[in-house]
């Protein structure tokens, strides 16, 4: 199967190979557990203004916790603002005000933001609170106190004119492992990798423009190295998407480098008895998790635990936090700890984290999900040229924040990059939610209204009680699979469903010579839309409330489990009101208009301020272009030359010493070829058989690391999205 299939029901990449989870070799019990879980979601830097491209983390986490309290699992729903790193202190500098003003803004405003797209998070704390500034000094602490941290002079840039250093983002210059620019502690316009203090090269001062220099200076070390072989056992174990267990291997396959944690700089959080130096943002970052579930167990008990600080005293922790969340259990016991993040922060949360928590004897992530970027158009969302669909703009608009959480949960499988346009974004509601999903619920409840006041009275049908035991089954194991777009698609399934039942039974028809089936249709159909309701509340909270107040159901839906869909109906309810309205053609020209001049404005005053910095722990894509298209044209017959044919994967097996390559056997009709690819620390090699792909079958033979290569398999961009065919074209078949 194709790692970018369009249906990531049973997607490899999108849940792991691991299948159904009853017995389960890395010990991970199926949800819902009898231990409390926690979701989190990747801090944005708080300083600038969010689009919906950023949203794609946080709709996401919110669904699959809201999937996950369906199930009856208790959860904790939890993140907040990172109010540290030199993102936010350029950011201030360059605005003339304090970081800590500057960051408060954003922050409180994106307190404000994310409720308004129905993200309900237990608690939105920020990394400035007493409880993650304890917190990330016990932690720090206890490192110390364990052995894992040391002293060693580096290499510092440092501006000589102003004689000042220059921590991470303001020094940029040149990637020393691809040569593409880089800034600070990121090469965030090339391979991706974390770059450690000393290592970029052409330093320069992002303050001042001037050429920078490196001079030596104390600072302090995790031992990342010593936790190589923990971290390869906890890769292995890891579940979620498979980007997030293949991205790291790099780094734990290699030789695992010691990690910098401290920097010169004067806005952070100070490394404990030494306050001339700041945690790097990657330390204290991660352990708002901890200090926001903390603060959310003590808000959930009231004022009399508050109090009690004394939990804090050491990273292992100690008090209690009463009747509520017990967070302690959630994060130093037996926990289920699910990180959602962008795929640009893997290697934080799957590397430097899980380390982190070990040496601190904490409980590791069960779940890593890393989301692809959000693309607009085609290209990517550029803020600085204001070539972004601002969150606020589209809430202006009047739009339900439930269509664009519908639509970019299920638009491609999480870990693949999606397109925003507009365009597509009408073509989806008006197909989807208009035409399947609001037409099916709509025509059901006006219909047994009408007829018999609500429900009719008769027996829910084998047929359709046997079809919605098994929506909740495809539900519970999308769950199990952290497939957050069948979570989401499942509603829409069911409506699909529903809409062809009620067409070929045709109950209108049957209420004069049939009455007692007729309402044996309606019945199904009432129950139907009841079990649509409890299967959209995850992805769709504030329809699935409307329905749910359609059918004069009394209580939240956000309260009731997956039984609630096989519950008989109200006896009576009123006449419904649709659920969505249609997006006409001439709304869509308006938006797109609107958007290409605001393009067209930033392009004409490149000076002007833009909405947004950077937000590295959000789930956006760079601001950067795709690669110019080559210049040099050729002809029809050069293309011709090509030989690109399917090819179906037979077998994969990593090549030993090789930290990146795959051999494969590729059934190509006429034979079957081996090829070697580059795969291996990208996709899961066991996933790799039955998946379709393109491949070039005249280039030339070659030997890779002493293995023949007769082929090359054609992959899109760093993650090596493979390409594939949409239909059922047969191994052999010629591309043209």
Not at 101 to 129: C, I, M, Q, S, W
């Amino acid at each position: 199967m194709s790692t970018n299939d369009a249906d990531d029901r049973d997607e490899h990449d999108e849940h792991g190979t691991h299948g159904r989870r009853d017995d389960r070799a890395d010990g991970h019990a199926r949800f819902p557990t009898e231990t409390p879980a926690v979701v989190t979601c990747g801090l944005p830097y708080a300083n600038g203004d969010l689009h919906v491209g950023h949203l794609r983390t946080y709709v996401g986490g919110d669904t699959f916790a809201r999937a996950l309290r369906t199930l009856g699992q208790e959860v904790a729903f939890v993140s907040g603002s990172d109010m540290h790193g030199t993102p936010v202190a350029v950011n201030a500098w360059q605005e003339g005000v304090s970081p800590e003003e500057f960051a408060l803004r954003h922050h409180e405003k994106y307190e404000e933001t994310f409720p308004r797209f129905d993200v309900d998070f237990d608690n939105y704390g920020h990394t400035r609170t007493d409880a993650n500034v304890e917190l990330t000094q016990a932690f720090v602490r206890t490192l110390d106190e364990e052995g894992y941290v040391y002293d060693e002079e580096i290499a510092v840039a440092w501006d000589p004119e102003e004689e000042q250093a220059l921590p991470d983002r303001y020094v940029e210059g040149t990637c020393p492992y691809c040569g593409a620019h880089a800034r600070g502690d990121e090469c965030d316009e090339g391979c991706g990798r974390h770059l450690e203090p000393g290592e970029i090269e052409d330093p320069t001062s992002v303050v001042t423009g001037n050429p920078a220099e490196y001079r030596t200076r104390s600072h302090k070390f995790f031992r990342l190295s010593e936790f190589e072989e923990y971290l390869g056992e906890f890769i292995a174990r890891l579940d979620g998407t498979s980007n997030a267990r293949n991205q790291p291997r790099e780094w734990i396959e290699g030789e695992l480098k010691d990690w910098c944690i401290t920097r010169d700089l004067d806005w952070g959080i100070p490394y404990p008895g030494e306050e001339e130096l700041i945690l790097y943002v990657w330390v204290d970052a991660p352990v708002e998790y901890v200090a926001s579930t903390k603060e959310f167990a003590e808000s959930s008990v009231g004022s009399d635990n508050a109090e009690n600080d004394e939990s804090t005293a050491n990273a292992a922790g100690a008090g209690s936090a009463g009747e509520g969340f017990d967070w302690e259990r959630a994060w130093a016991e037996d926990g289920e700890l699910i990180h959602v993040i962008g795929r640009d922060i893997i290697q934080h949360h799957a590397v430097f984290w899980p380390a982190m928590l070990r040496g601190v004897g904490y409980n590791e992530p069960r779940a890593i999900l890393a989301s692809g970027f959000v693309n607009l158009d085609g290209k990517a969302f550029s803020t600085s040229r204001d070539r972004a669909v601002w969150a606020d703009d589209y809430l202006a608009e009047g739009f339900d924040p439930d269509l664009y959480r519908y639509y970019v949960v299920t638009a491609t499988g999480f870990q693949q990059d999606t397109d925003f346009s507009w365009d597509r974004f009408q073509q989806r509601v008006n197909s989807e939610l208009v035409g399947a999903l609001g037409n099916f619920v709509y025509r059901s409840l006006l219909f047994a209204h009408r007829t018999y006041e609500g429900t009719p009275d008769s027996e829910l049908s084998t047929e359709v009680r046997e079809r919605i035991e098994a929506a909740i089954e495809d539900f519970e194991e999308s769950v199990n699979e952290y497939s957050v777009r069948a979570i989401g698609q499942a509603p829409v399934e069911l409506a699909q469903f529903g809409n062809e039942y009620i067409q070929q039974a045709e109950p209108w028809k049957l209420v004069d010579d049939d009455p007692g089936r007729a309402a044996q249709v309606i019945r199904d159909c009432v129950q139907l839309v009841k079990a649509i309701g409890v299967l959209a509340a995850p992805v769709m909270p504030g329809t699935a409330a409307r329905l749910w107040a359609q059918l004069g159901e009394s209580g939240s839906i956000e309260d009731r489990g997956l039984d609630a869909a096989l519950e008989a109906p109200p006896a009576n309810f009123d006449a419904p009101p649709e659920l969505f309205e249609r997006i006409e053609d001439d709304r869509v020209a308006e938006l797109n208009e609107d958007l290409q001049a605001r393009i067209e404005e930033s392009a004409a005053n490149p000076d002007a301020d833009a909405r947004e910095g950077s937000h590295e722990e959000s789930d956006t894509a760079a601001e950067t272009d795709l690669e110019p298209l080559t210049e040099g044209r050729i002809g029809f017959e050069e293309f011709q030359d090509l030989d690109l044919r399917v090819g179906r994967i037979e077998h994969a097996e990593a090549i030993e010493g090789s930290d990146k390559l795959v051999r494969l056997e590729v059934d190509i009709g006429i034979e079957t070829r081996q090829i070697v690819a580059g795969l291996k620390q990208l996709h899961d090699t066991d996933s790799l058989p039955d998946q379709k792909v393109v491949i070039v079958a005249n280039m030339e033979k070659a030997e890779l690391f002493g293995v023949e290569s007769n082929g090359m398999v054609l992959a899109a961009g760093e993650e090596a999205d493979l390409l594939t065919t949409h239909d059922d074209a047969s191994p052999g078949t010629r591309v043209r």
